[in-house]
DNA sequence: CTACCTACCGTCCGAACGTTCGGTCGTTTA
DNA sequence: TAAACGACCGAACGTTCGGACGGTAGGTAG
C-alpha cells in the first residue's frame, strides 16, 4: 500500500478480481484454469491464493458486485416512487447505466449456468430482479400506460432480453451511436421501430 | 442396465446428440465431463467414444445443426423477395420459430464462447446472420418504413437480443401467452409497449 | 541488528480430465 | 454352424486440474 515510486505494484483482492474476471469472461469460468489467472495476472497460481481462498471465491466475490449494483438500481427513490411507467423507465436506463459501468461483472452474473452454489444463488437473486420488474410492468398496464395485451412477465423478458444482450457486443471503447444505451433499449421498448405515419 | 424382456435400444449418434446437448445445456460445454454424459445416456465413457470421435465432435455437431437452420431462414423465398420490412418481419418470425423447434442447439450456439476452433467457426457463421439482417434493416429504413433514426446495427442486436433471450426462458411444454413467440418479438419490436392514445 | 510482515515463488499432491485399448457378448450374415 | 459385426464395457493412459506447503526477498518497526 505504501507508494514509494517506482516499486513494484502489488496485487489486491480488488485488482486481481479485476484480472480473473476479464479471463472468466473470454474463456468462460468453467473453461478458465488457475494456470491462465497465473498467465494473465503475472503472478503464479500459488500466489493468487495468497489473496483469495479459492477460484470460486473469485467468482463470488464477482457476481457479488454485479448484483449489489443492479439491486441498488431498485433502492433508489424513481424506483420507489411515482407512477409505474416513470419507475419501470427509470430503472431501464439505470440497470443500462450499470451494465455498461461494470461491463465484465455483469457480463458473469449474466453467463452464470447454476454449477454451484454461488451460481445458483445468482440465479435466484435474479430471478428476484425478474420479478419485481414485472410487478412493475404489471402496474403500469393497469394504470393504462402500458398497451394492456401485453404479458407483464413475457414483457419483461424481452425487455431485459433485449438490455442484457448488450454484454455480448457492447464496446465501451468505440463511442458510437449506442452512447446511450438505456435511451436506446427504451425508445425501443416503448415506441417501436416503426415510422409513425405523422406528426410526433 | 438391459431388462431380459425388452430388447435393447442402441444409441445412434443422432440419439447420443439429443441427450449430449441437454447436459452441455444444463452444466455448460466445459462444465461437462465425459463421465456426465456417460451417467446421463446410461453408458459407458468408452462407449460414446464408439460413435463419436471426441467431445468437441458432439459440440460441431449440435451447433452445425443449429446454424443450418437458422440459415435456411434467409434462403426462403420470403426472406428474398418483396419490401424489406416485410423481409425482416418474416426473418424474425421464422427464426424464433427455428429457437422454438431446435431449442436445445439453438440454446447451445448462442452460449458459444470461442474457447476451440468449433466455436469460432460458429461464432463467425453468428457475425454473418447479424450482418445479412442488419442490411435488411437498413433497406427498410431506406424504404421509410422504419424510423429513420434507428441505427440498423444497433436495431439488429436490440431485435435479436430479445429474441435470441427466448433461450434462457422459455419453455416449450407450458402452453401459455407465448404460443407465438416470434409474434410477440415482431410486435413489440416493431409498434413497441406503450398503448396508443387513441384508434389503431 | 533483529524480529516481523506482506507479497510472492517452486514444488508438490490427489483427483479428475479426455481419450485409448483389449476384450465380451448378442445379433446378423454366409 | 462359423465368421463377422456392432454395441458396449473395465481398466488404464498421460495430462491437467484446483489447491497445499514450506520457503524467501524486501520493507518496516523496535
Redesign the pocket.
Known sequence: ??V?GA??????PERLLAVAVEVFNLRGYDG?????L?RAT??????I???V????ELLRLAVSRALDRIFAVLDQPAARTGRAIDRLEHVVRASARVLVDELPYVTLLLRVRGNTATEQWALERRREFDRVVATLVARAVADGDLDDTVEPRLATRLLFGMLNSAVEWYEPARADATADLGAAVWRLASAGLRRRPAGS
Open positions: 500500500m505504501s514509494p516499486t513494484r505494484i502489488a496485487y489486491t478458465t484454469s488457475m494456470e491462465d497465473a503475472g503472478i503464479t497460481k500459488s500466489s491464493y495468497h489473496h481462498r479459492s477460484k470460486e
